[in-house]
Every structure is written in structure tokens, then in C-alpha cells.
């Protein structure tokens, strides 16, 4: 299958810095990324939809001016977290849709963990 | 708007023993119908996935899944647990008119006892 790369596994900061997350698919160019944030022993709640080449599409209450997303290749999308606090300490997956298009599986990275101190 | 439940948070079972995680979903449209696995601090790898055709889909590591329509639901069963199996599973779906968006359940994870 698809291979999605996703670094920083784990990432410490301190409070009001900002965090950058990078997502590649390494095998495969993926005009659509997503993100997903994972509390503990919760669901992955969707956050934003990352487009190559335009603007991420937000779920409704995610702050886009706080996650920015850049998707500026077929095959690297970025989340950064500005400004962070401790409540934005989480578990952040990307994924990328396959080449099933709307039928495809998704193809996941290995997941972030962000503690903000 | 699209749904899943998975109405087990846990589930055990001893190895050898068949088991089956429970998924029910609501759409609008027809369903695109998934199962994903995550073990600790690692991200999601996909197990199968409803199109359309035969009912009964087989996928990874010996599970399959069931799409029944009259109940909507999409149960994950394997014939025979390994205590391996022991992680968390997510249920998904995707619809035409939730503009194809994966909407995952809440997990159930799965405690397979040697």
C-alpha cells in the first residue's frame, strides 16, 4: 500500500511558540490531504482538508488562523501549530486518500504527539 | 449528516475464540463503508472497505466485514483472535453527500487473552 510519512513523531515546546508538523506521501502524489486530531481514548475528530496548490478547507470550529496548513506539493502538506498553548497538546494524524479517488482507503502517517509545557 | 456508532467501547475475547466488533452508521446516500486498526502511538493502517458488490469483504491479517443494509450496520468478525489482534478499531464511512468526508466511530478496542 501507500506510504504516508509523517515527522515529528514527538515534539515538545513551550507555551507561545509554534510547531511545525510535515506529512509526505512517499510513493504516491496525493493532491488531497487530511488532518486529524486524536484526544486520549477518543475518535480522530477531522480538523482540515489540505488542497495542493489553494487553501485548506476547515471544519467548523478549528481556528485556521491557529493550524495553519500549507500544501504547496503533490507530496509534503503542513500543519503548524502557532502560538501554542497547553490545551493544544494532542495526537495529530495526516492522511492521504489512495489512487481509489472517493472510493479509496486512506493512508495514514504515524501520528504526532504534541505537549505543549 | 452522516454517523457511525460502535456501541462496545471494549471488547475481550480469548485467543482462538471468533470475535466481532460492532459498527452501525447513518447515511444519506449510499455508504462507502471502512475498518481501520491503531495500535499505541502509531497511526491508522486500513484493514478493508465496502464499495459495492458482495456483501461479505475480506481483508488483512484474516478479518472480513459484513455490509447489511436493512440494518446498517458493518460488524468487523475474525474466525479466530490472536492475541496480536489486541488494538484499537476504528469504524468509518464516507457518502456522496457528506461530500466524501470520512467520518470515523469512537473505537472499540479489542483485548484478545492468551
Known amino acids: 500500500g501507500a506510504v504516508v510519512s509523517q515527522h515529528p513523531s514527538r515534539v515538545i515546546c513551550k507555551s507561545g511558540t509554534s510547531v511545525k508538523i510535515e506529512c509526505r506521501s512517499l510513493?504516491?502524489?496525493?493532491?488531497?490531504m487530511f488532518w486529524y486530531r486524536q484526544f486520549p481514548k477518543q475518535s480522530l475528530m477531522l480538523m482540515a482538508t489540505?488542497?495542493?496548490?489553494?487553501?485548506?478547507?476547515?471544519e467548523q470550529g478549528v481556528e485556521k488562523d491557529k493550524f495553519l496548513i500549507n500544501h504547496a506539493s503533490l507530496t509534503l502538506s503542513t500543519l503548524t501549530v502557532t502560538s501554542a498553548h497547553p490545551e493544544d497538546s494532542s495526537f495529530y494524524i495526516c492522511?492521504?486518500?489512495?489512487?481509489?479517488?472517493?472510493?479509496?482507503?486512506?493512508?495514514f502517517g504515524e501520528g504526532s504527539r504534541l505537549t505543549v509545557l | 449528516a452522516q454517523s457511525v456508532a460502535q456501541p462496545e467501547d471494549q471488547v475481550n475475547v480469548a485467543e482462538g475464540n471468533p470475535l466481532t466488533v460492532k459498527c452501525t452508521y447513518s447515511?444519506?446516500?449510499?455508504?462507502?463503508l471502512f475498518w481501520y486498526v491503531q495500535y499505541p502511538n502509531r497511526g491508522l493502517q486500513f484493514l478493508l472497505k465496502?464499495?459495492?458488490?458482495?456483501?461479505l469483504v475480506k481483508g488483512s491479517y484474516g478479518f472480513e466485514a459484513e455490509f447489511n443494509k436493512s440494518q446498517t450496520s458493518f460488524h468487523l468478525k475474525k474466525p479466530s483472535a490472536l492475541v496480536s489482534d489486541s488494538a484499537l478499531y476504528f469504524c468509518?464511512?464516507?457518502?456522496?453527500?457528506?461530500?466524501?468526508?470520512?467520518?470515523f466511530g469512537a473505537g472499540t478496542r479489542l483485548f484478545v487473552k492468551a
Open positions: 492522511s492521504a486518500r489512495g489512487t481509489g479517488g472517493f472510493t479509496g482507503e486512506l493512508f
Open positions: 510513493d504516491f502524489q496525493a493532491t488531497t
Open positions: 489540505s488542497n495542493e496548490g489553494s487553501k485548506a478547507t476547515y
Open positions: 447515511v444519506s446516500g449510499n455508504p462507502y
Open positions: 465496502y464499495i459495492t458488490g458482495d456483501n
Open positions: 468509518a464511512v464516507r457518502d456522496k453527500a457528506g461530500g466524501f468526508k470520512t467520518i
